[in-house]
């Protein structure tokens, strides 16, 4: 140990975001490399694992060209799988959450053992039955990048019952696939291997990552990541279960976070954005039409991909501002409800992700919620995350010490002028868009 500097990569939906930071919490260098997600029909999603999972990373690792650094870790979206050849290169599809080849005996009673990544698993076995392994992203990017293909204990606990302490033989057998074929899991704080001469820290799920860092501490607090994927963790002070929506320990361990993920993130706002070329921002809060943002199904809280986009209470009059606004505030609805679901008691809202950039969605945020929207000041939360889990690992801090690296960003207010009619297209949304019964 040296130098002080860590690394964290983040593999995403549409990039790879690394982060090379200092003890001090300081950026000293940042990449990103975009990578495509396939989405060819509604019911398919899928990255080309080779350009995602190692290309980008690798690419990523060389354009923050810092030289030696003391630890490295990698998180990711979940789940995702592949299947690689003796190399460790991926040989089929990389596998993405809401796949139709993961819907298979999906379990919503028990949704983070939900067996999604099972059904990936079993197809893609089917696919390359002599495939060296079955690998998830951050595994196949770890053995990429020289280091071994390893996640955390965090995520073996959502794989139950393929994992319980160890890979299960006879449930993996099940499905055609051996132990030794999957990524290698390692507690939590201890170090999976080497890259080059850092640590590798074993890998862990994005949004765990993004909350070490948000500044969302306390049971007042709801954390909201807007990204390719909205996901939505309001902060409570009690274990609770909530039908449909997931809850896991904070990374202050008194506190638990509650809540899951929405497709009403950045891949619907986007599409809105292309649909509509430029709109202007909207300056009236009245003759905004309701948009239901289904347009691949929906995750937390009904879990139903079969669901569709649908746009409601147009008029002659209105125009493409008005239409995109109506895109901001579906987000902004998807994020109140499930804030509603958790019955918390939030009083803010700290945001990041890539779409705090984007003042019209955080507005949006702030009147749909009615709450202030606190900024993060560095929108890469999940990689600034992974840079801290990275010095942890190899022994520089302890995980509680955390908040050095909290950093803070503009906060947003919810406009007066928009409240009234805000609310009322929300009661409007919550009439048309589904949730499970008595929510």
Known sequence: MGTGITVGIDIGTTSVKALAVDGDGRILARARVPHDVHVPSVEVFE??????????????????????????????LVPSCTAVD?????ITPGLLYGDHRGQAGRNEADLLNSREFRSMLE?????????RGYWTAPAVAGAALGGVPAADYGTGFALVPLWNGDW???????????PDQMPILVP????????????QAPSMADAWAECTVSGADSDTDALVICGTTLIVWPVVSERVAIPGMWTIPHPRHHLSI?????????????WARRMLADAPPRTEPAGVPVWV??????????HDHTLRASLHDMEISQRPDAMMRAAYEASAFSARRLIELASSRTERIVASGGGVNDRQWMQALADCTGHPVHCVAVPEGA???AAWHARVVAGLDARADSTRWVRSGAVVDPDPRWRSACDDRYHRWTELAAFPKGS
């Open 168 to 178: 299960q033989e006879a449930e993996l057998a099940a499905i055609g696939v051996r």
């Open 47 to 76: 990255h080309d694992a080779r350009q995602a999972w190692v290309d980008g990373p690798r690419q990523a690792l060389r354009d923050l060209a810092v030289g030696d650094v003391d630890a490295v870790a990698i998180v990711s």
């Open 293 to 302: 943002p289904y347009l691949k199904g929906e995750r937390t809280p009904v």
């Open 123 to 131: 197809w893609t076995a089917s696919q390359a039955p002599d495939a």
């Open 86 to 90: 003796d190399a460790g290169m991926p």
């Open 383 to 385: 990689a600034l995350g």
């Open 258 to 270: 509650l809540g899951g993920a929405s497709n009403a993130g950045g891949m619907f706002i986007n």
């Open 188 to 199: 939590d704080d201890e170090p999976a291997g080497r890259i080059g001469t850092a640590v």
